[in-house]
């Protein structure tokens, strides 16, 4: 597609069940990020993909949180258990690439808008 | 370790100039960029610096010293739609880092 697509929009799930997030970054991204926004706050970094490189993993909050990279492409960032301090907007972004030379701009889908109930 | 200072808000009056400062500490430093993001929206890039010197994209412009670590995003002839978060964030050689955002407030 023409820009980073992000689903669901928004998901409403009840304390204790699990929730997947999907991302489809633009073709040819190999740089891939998720983050989480609360409301008027700044992005927290979650975790970041790179080529075929480990994903930095550095900001995930705990071992509730996951995401895959499937085929360099698409991912999902799973949170097991959900909690009411997980609703927030989850952002993705992809880019060609922190040495790509452009700046690596970043390229953010619309969001999900996480609500636990 | 590493940061990233910006002010949490700034008030101005539209049709004048605002300045937002952003300070880093960082190793792999590449260069710095700025996005925008406005309420409910996602945020957009808006600039990216990576030699010393100003960049300018018209209203908008940004700075870097390197050597100081030290940048700024500059904003003229305010609009009320400038009204929005504004996110620094260093491109390090192996990642991109934001900062917490600064809350423009535009006054008419």
């Known amino acids: 597609g023409a820009g980073v697509s992000q689903s669901p929009s928004n998901k409403v799930t009840e304390k204790g069940k699990d929730v997947e997030l999907r991302c489809d970054p633009i073709s040819g991204h190999t740089a891939l990020y998720w983050y989480r926004q609360s409301l008027g706050q700044g992005l927290e970094f979650l975790i970041y993909?790179?080529?075929?490189?480990?994903?930095?993993k550095s900001g995930l909050p705990s071992d509730r949180f996951s995401a895959e990279r499937t085929g360099g492409s698409v991912s999902t960032l799973t949170i097991q258990r959900t909690q009411q301090e997980d609703s927030a907007v989850y952002l993705c972004?992809?880019?060609?690439?922190?040495?790509?030379?452009?700046?690596?701009?970043?390229?953010f889908g619309a969001g999900t808008r996480l609500s636990v109930l | 370790g590493q940061s990233l200072e910006q002010p949490s808000e700034v008030t101005a009056v539209e049709g004048a100039i605002v300045q937002i400062n952003c300070t880093y500490q960082t190793s792999g430093f590449y260069g710095l960029s700025w996005y925008q993001q406005h309420d409910g929206g996602a945020p957009t890039f808006l600039s990216y610096?990576?030699?010393?010197g100003l960049e300018e994209t018209g209203r908008f412009s940004s700075f870097l010293s390197r050597s100081d670590s030290y940048g700024y995003l500059l904003l003229q002839e305010l609009q009320m739609k400038d009204s929005a978060s504004y996110f620094c964030?260093?491109?390090?050689?192996?990642?991109?880092?934001f900062g917490k955002g600064t809350r423009l407030h535009i006054l008419p």
């Open positions: 610096n990576a030699l010393d």
């Open positions: 993909f790179q080529g075929n490189s480990a994903p930095d």
């Open positions: 964030a260093v491109n390090r050689d192996d990642k991109i880092i």
């Open positions: 972004a992809s880019s060609l690439g922190a040495t790509s030379g452009s700046g690596d701009i970043q390229y």
